[in-house]
């Protein structure tokens, strides 16, 4: 899969050797967490803070590594149900799993 950096104009990027960059430099960084901590981060994971960073692997594993970290602390994969709030009567979070299964 080969994607353009935005920052770069038509220079080509092949993403997914980044994805895999980066996933091997997450390895030991994994280790630390949990086992909910380790199933967030999967490959679609990876893939949106690598985007979101501009295909910079650096800045992406500085966020993802610092998203694990308030997930370990703060487990909103564990908010029980009756403690989250209705917003405007229209939205509720129910998991941390959209539509199609992908991790929220």
């Not at 999967?42 to 295909?55: A, H, M, P, Q, S």
């Not at 610092?66 to 997930?71: D, G, H, P, S």
């Not at 602390?73 to 199609?100: D, F, G, H």
Request: charged share 25%.
């Amino acid at each position: 899969m080969t994607n353009t950096h935005p920052h770069q104009g038509s220079e080509p990027i092949n993403s997914h050797a980044l994805i895999l960059e980066m996933k091997k430099r997450l390895e030991a960084e994994l280790d630390k967490y949990g086992d909910e901590e380790r199933a967030w981060c999967d490959e679609k994971c990876i893939t949106r803070f690598l985007v979101g960073n501009g295909y910079d692997i650096n800045k992406g594993m500085q966020m993802l590594t610092a998203a694990l970290k308030w997930r370990s602390e703060y487990k909103p994969y564990a908010i029980p149900l009756s403690e989250i709030k209705v917003l405007n009567s229209m939205y509720l979070i129910t998991s941390n799993i959209a539509r199609k299964g992908e991790n929220i």
